[in-house]
């Protein structure tokens, strides 16, 4: 990845967190917690996805960074969403945990060098796995939860007939 490339995903994992605030500002109050299909999330389940995905990526970077051949395991996304029971959590914490965690991690991108970009473990799911493959996961993140978000919206403004 070319300094510009890193650049461009550093700013959307930046404004990731705005983005995602303002699609759920988007949404109905009682579209909330409504899901298009029984298999999907609601918008509020996203969001807490969200914050429980941005804490476990801010400690697979430092881990990539700081740690030898770090393995980096995998999680079952929709089992964390039943077992914490989404629609339970407040979506008010959750906003103020991505929005730390993302200033924060934010930060440590800023001042990574590029021996650090190059330094890599080994994903549980899929191989070989470095930061800069990391950023490419993370950088857009938010932006494709927010654009579901947007999706479930639309979703729901058909069958509501608007």
């Known amino acids: 990845m070319d300094q510009h490339e890193r650049a461009r995903l550093i700013a959307m994992y930046a404004e990731g967190p705005s983005l995602l ?3 759920w500002n988007r949404v109905p109050v009682d579209a909330r917690t409504w899901r298009p299909e029984p298999s999907e999330w609601s918008a509020h389940e996203i969001v807490v996805h969200c914050a429980d995905s941005e804490t476990y990526a801010a400690t697979r970077l430092r881990l990539l960074v700081a740690e030898p051949s770090p393995l980096i395991v995998g999680y079952d996304q ?4 039943r077992a914490f029971d989404y629609h339970t959590v407040p979506v008010e914490p959750a906003f103020a945990v991505i929005d730390a965690v993302r200033t924060h991690t934010h930060l440590l991108l800023e001042t990574l060098s590029d021996h650090d970009w190059g330094k890599s473990g080994t994903h549980s799911e899929s191989g070989s796995y470095s930061a800069t493959d990391w950023l490419n996961s993370y950088g857009n993140h938010l932006h494709d939860h ?3 978000i947007q999706a479930n919206v639309d979703a729901w403004n058909v069958r509501k007939g608007s």
């Open 21 to 23: 605030r303002t699609s």
């Open 146 to 148: 927010a654009m579901q």
């Open 78 to 81: 929709e089992g964390w969403a």
